[in-house]
Every structure is written in C-alpha cells, then in structure tokens.
C-alpha cells in the first residue's frame, strides 16, 4: 500500500519556467513533509520541509505547499534552471516506535529543466 | 567534510557471502537510520537507532540482516549469505533529537551476482 504517492514519474520544462512536482498521500497521521533532490548515484539531498500545521513553506526559489483536506502538497521551483534537473522525492514523516522520525518516500518524479 | 559518509561506494559479491556496511553520522546527531533504495522506487526504510539502541526494525529486515551501533557513534549494516534480490542501494541517515530533517549519505551500491 502506497502511502506516499507521486504520480507523475518525470516532468519536462524550459529554463527560466515554474516546475510543479506533486504528492498525494493516505496517511492522516503524517505530521511533517520534507522534500529531496537525488542525483544519479548519490543518496538524496534534503531540500525543503512543511510542517502539518502550517499550508505553505518558502525558501529561495523553492515553495512547498500543503493542503491537509485533500492531503496534497506540491513543490514549486521558480525559475527552474538546468541545474534542477534530477529526481524529486516527496517524503512524509511518521512517529514510529521508540520515538523514531522514519520517513516514508513516495516513487520520485524526474525532472529535466531544458536550457 | 561533516557530512554522513558511507563506505564502500560500491560491492560487488557472489551470491551467499556476507558484506558488511558502515555509516559514520554527523557528529552531533543521535538518531540514525538505514533505507533500502531499489530501482525505480524510493527509499523504504530499514531500522532506527538512537543513540547506541536499535529502537526500531521493519520487517523488511530479514533475518539476514543485522545492524549494529557501538558506542552511539557509527554504524554498520550486515547481510549474511546474500541474495540476488538483496541488490539495491543501502543508505544511511541521521538527524538530531526534534529535528525530521534527515540527512542522507552517499549510498552503498550492492549488486549480488
């Protein structure tokens, strides 16, 4: 049972664009939701997180957005740059035993920024 | 470099042997986690320690594997008599106490052959 959900696999958009990656999840419980950067061969790069009591996170060119009702949030990149170009995975934290924070990881969506 | 590093980067073994994996946290985080990644998916979660305790195993943690972490400071990954489905990337993360962000090392690419 896919509790994180990424349902788009890649994305494709031109430089200087907005990139929109988006992530559904089924797990009410889920209080925090961070999003990572993965480059070929390399383990993920955090990038940004929302906690669930807030509806929306901005850092630099990077805006994450939470809409607990539908339990959807989507990441913005504006403007895109080539440089982006790698796997976006959409993360949800969960409480688990022994007071562990373990992470549960949708699929990824590939994004290509196109110069 | 005060990052999580993990070594090695990469293993190639036979079918059957045993490997070993070590992760070295960032210093100052108490909580530390292995994830197995494999193709096409995302990383899934393997077990948690905090501090030297292993607090936590999925039950994706066969009983093949085993995790250790002396002394609350690095940690290693077993796998005995390794599996051609055991191929994946292993990774490692840690974080601070109250702190979800998680950061990730490199990986260990394993490939059983």
């Known amino acids: 049972d896919q509790q994180v959900k990424q349902n788009s696999p890649s994305l494709s958009v031109q430089e200087g664009r907005i990139s929109i990656l988006n992530c559904d999840y089924t797990?009410?419980?889920?209080?925090?939701f961070l999003w990572y950067k993965k480059y070929p061969a390399e383990g993920p790069t955090f990038l940004i997180s929302i906690s669930s009591i807030k509806d929306k996170n901005e850092d630099g060119r990077f805006t994450v957005f939470l809409n607990k009702s539908a339990k959807h949030l989507s990441l913005h990149i504006v403007p895109s740059q080539p440089g982006d170009s790698a796997v976006y995975f959409c993360?949800?934290?969960?409480?688990?035993?022994?007071?562990?924070?373990?992470?549960?990881f949708g699929k990824g969506t590939k994004l290509t920024v196109n110069p | 470099d005060t990052g999580v590093s993990q070594d090695p980067r990469h293993k190639i073994t036979k079918r059957g042997q045993n490997v070993t994996f070590r992760c070295d946290p960032i210093s100052e985080h108490n909580r530390l986690y292995w994830y197995r990644q494999t193709l096409g998916q995302g990383p899934e979660f393997l077990t948690y320690f905090q501090n030297e305790a292993q607090l936590e195993k999925s039950r994706l943690l066969s009983d093949r594997f085993s995790a250790e972490r002396p002394k609350g400071s690095f940690s290693t990954l077993e796998i005995q008599r390794t599996e051609q489905g055991d191929s994946a990337m292993y990774l490692c993360a840690s974080s601070s106490t109250g702190g979800s962000e998680a950061f990730f090392g490199q990986g260990t690419r394993l490939t059983v052959v």
């Open positions: 797990n009410s419980m889920f209080d925090y």
């Open positions: 993360a949800a934290s969960v409480l688990g035993q022994g007071g562990s924070e373990k992470l549960v």
